[in-house]
């Protein structure tokens, strides 16, 4: 058999162009933008040292000016980290990191009772910010199997590991294929207890009959001993580089600004940094082309995304196996999405090198994404490879959504200042299934801003950072069990304007109310003072204040004014790919997360918390963390 010499990619590319020349066409002035700490530093990243830098240091020594050529000016950063660090070219690259962190949450119940519904507590209605340790729950609702002595503590300690793997493909120096996968993401420690001797554990679904016979830790397997699979692909994306742009296409990581909005949940192109403490993430269905605007330093992007086809083909009983491939069921129910970026946008390492210079670093840009969707589907009941049926019904909706989210950061001296602003403007026609049939607004707004100095050859931080997220009028169901999981966010009868805006769950501001109770910022504004300082170039110490306003407190569990504030600690070891650290978080809560008792007097319904009543008490929680990058 002949052979034939295998030619570069470039030589492919012409033929590549015209599969693509109806996206070109509209993208010529189009541009790569990244879609997109640490609790203490004033950012969106991990407790303590969570949050570090991802790529090599560089040496020591101010970098000369970028030239001012605009084809020669850095290109914007892309998720993961852009090799351009790379002495050399190599086929294939391994990225990621191992991670394992303890945490200690003592009375994050603040004091209530802990239920998913108010029916189980009887009397005591009306939840509670945290669910109570196990033996509390049962105790409440006199399980018989426990004796008189059941137990019931006020901390739960428990410990969980990662392994995040993010292999690149490179093709060429151009082209390159993305992958991101977890092992064993957020396994706790302890959670699959096998009996070797005992044996048929899985087969009968029992566990062992005794704790202390289980002599080692079973694998991970899904729906036996776990939620999930022990392997866990997240991602995949291809990215190629073209004459006059960039493609990228697949899942891929979507991040943006300061993270409110979009947050990855690992790698910040913007300040080079990586959140190991990271657990959500958001990852986006999309095509995009990016490329420089002729004659400026700006860059854009255009980019379609799909939010939600609906139901697909191998998702039900009914119609497996018709195609080789799945397939979308319907195009109706699609929620469909569009997305333009304008932004001028440096390296890391390119805006600080502007500072030490005694320039003045700027960058600047705008998110705007269009959202729209005629139909939904209601999926009440169903589940995957079952039988469609009369329960799974279409529901008008006819929505359509206008997200601009500007960011901006400027710095000089000592002295930097950052902030981004989200508003979700739009309509639902339909809201049939909470008695909407007349739809409602959408006006949703959320900012954050924050300011920084920095002194003594750079080893202390000092700044503020506030934040501000609007909220609804409804209290969540049951009232008191305040995380964003038992939230409303279609509203209820007479709710004609949705307003609750949440922050992206990876926007870390602090260790307790908002990271673990509320789950995000919302319906809320924080004022936040923090400092840093660099003991030593691998340790660091860091303390922060967080205290948090009701935006509307008839929200709130208790329509207070103030939830309260917060004290937060951190001491982090670095050094070469390991990070290591302990924090240490206390919550004073205040009035709004207070259960008042009814008063009669006053009429109207009363706040009907029963005998779960009275003010929240002081939450501590304590996380250690060990890191190891490679």
């Known amino acids: 058999m002949p052979k034939f010499p295998m030619l570069p990619l470039r030589y492919y590319l012409p033929s590549r162009l015209v599969g693509i020349a109806i996206l070109l066409s509209s993208a010529i002035a189009a541009a790569q933008i990244t879609p997109g700490g640490m609790p203490m530093g004033g950012g969106a990243g991990g407790p303590g040292g ?3 830098p991802s790529g090599p240091e560089k040496k020591e020594g101010v970098g000369e000016a970028a030239p001012k050529t605009p084809g020669l000016l850095p290109t914007t950063p892309a998720l993961p980290a852009p090799k351009g660090h790379r002495k050399r070219w190599k086929l294939i690259e391994l990225d990621g990191y191992y991670r394992m962190r303890t945490d200690w ?3 994050f119940n603040t004091g209530f009772s802990y239920a998913p519904s108010a029916t189980l507590l009887g009397t005591r209605t009306g939840g509670a910010p945290f669910p109570n340790a ?12 426990n004796t ?5 503590n006020d901390s739960i300690a428990s410990s969980n590991m990662r392994l995040r793997l993010e292999p690149t493909i490179n093709l060429d ?7 991101q996968a977890d092992a064993l993401d957020n396994l706790v420690l302890g959670s699959t207890p096998y009996d070797s001797s005992y044996g048929g554990q899985y087969a009968s679904g029992l566990a062992p009959p005794l704790g202390a016979f289980s002599n080692t830790q079973a694998a991970v397997t899904q729906g036996q001993n776990s939620d999930r699979p022990s392997v866990t692909v997240k991602r995949a994306w291809g990215e190629v580089a073209l004459p006059i742009g960039t493609l990228k296409f697949g899942r891929m990581p979507n991040q943006w600004g300061m993270g409110i909005n979009h947050n990855s949940g690992g790698y910040d192109p913007i300040t080079g940094n990586t959140n190991f403490d990271a657990d959500y993430g958001d990852t986006v269905d999309r095509v995009s082309f990016t490329a420089q605007i002729p004659g400026t330093n700006l860059r854009a992007m255009v980019a379609a995304d799909w939010g939600s086809v609906g139901l697909v083909s191998n998702q039900t009983a009914a119609n497996k196996g018709n195609e080789g491939h799945p397939f979308d069921l319907d195009d109706s129910d699609d929620r469909n999405g569009w997305v333009g970026v304008i932004s001028k946008m440096d390296t890391p390492q390119d805006f600080k090198d502007t500072v030490d210079r005694g320039d003045l670093a700027y960058d600047y840009g705008i998110y705007f994404e269009y959202l729209t969707q005629s139909w939904d589907t209601d999926l009440t009941g169903f589940m995957i490879n079952g039988t469609l049926d009369a329960s799974t019904k279409y529901l008008p909706r006819a929505m359509k959504t206008y997200t601009p989210d500007a960011w901006g950061k400027v710095a000089y001296g000592p002295f930097q200042l950052e902030g981004e602003v989200v508003a979700q403007l739009g309509k639902v026609d339909r809201l049939d299934q909470v008695g909407l049939v007349s739809g409602a607004d959408i006006r949703k707004f959320g900012g954050v801003g924050r300011f920084t100095w920095k002194g003594v050859e750079n080893k202390l931080k000092i700044g503020l950072e506030s934040g501000f997220a609007s909220g ?5 169901t049951p ?8 939230g409303s966010p279609l509203g209820g009868p007479g709710d004609n304007k949705l307003t609750q805006f949440i922050f992206n769950r990876d926007y870390q501001v602090d260790m307790i109310l908002w990271r673990h109770l509320a789950g995000a910022v919302t319906n809320a504004i924080y004022v936040k003072p923090f400092l840093q300082f660099d003991i030593i170039k691998q340790v660091s110490f860091k303390v922060a204040n967080i205290t948090s306003f009701a935006a509307k407190p008839v929200a709130t569990p208790g329509n207070g004014t103030v939830y309260g504030t917060e004290f937060d600690t951190d001491i982090g070891y670095h050094e070469g790919g390991l990070y290591a650290g302990i924090s240490y978080g206390v919550l004073f809560p205040f009035n709004a997360l207070a259960h008042p008792a009814d008063d009669t007097t006053l009429g109207g ?6 005998t779960n009543t009275g003010d929240g008490t002081t939450a501590h929680c304590v996380q250690t963390r060990l890191v190891l990058q490679f």
């Open 479 to 486: 009232a008191g069990n305040i995380n964003i999981a038992f």
């Open 148 to 152: 008189a002595d059941r137990p019931c």
């Open 173 to 179: 120096e151009g082209t390159s294929v993305h992958i």
């Open 105 to 107: 949450f003592k009375n």
């Open 134 to 145: 196990l033996g509390c729950t049962q105790a409440a609702l006199g399980n018989a199997g």
């Open 605 to 610: 319904a009363g706040f009907g918390y029963g």
């Open 472 to 476: 609804d009028q409804w209290d969540n």
């Open 50 to 52: 969570a949050q570090q």
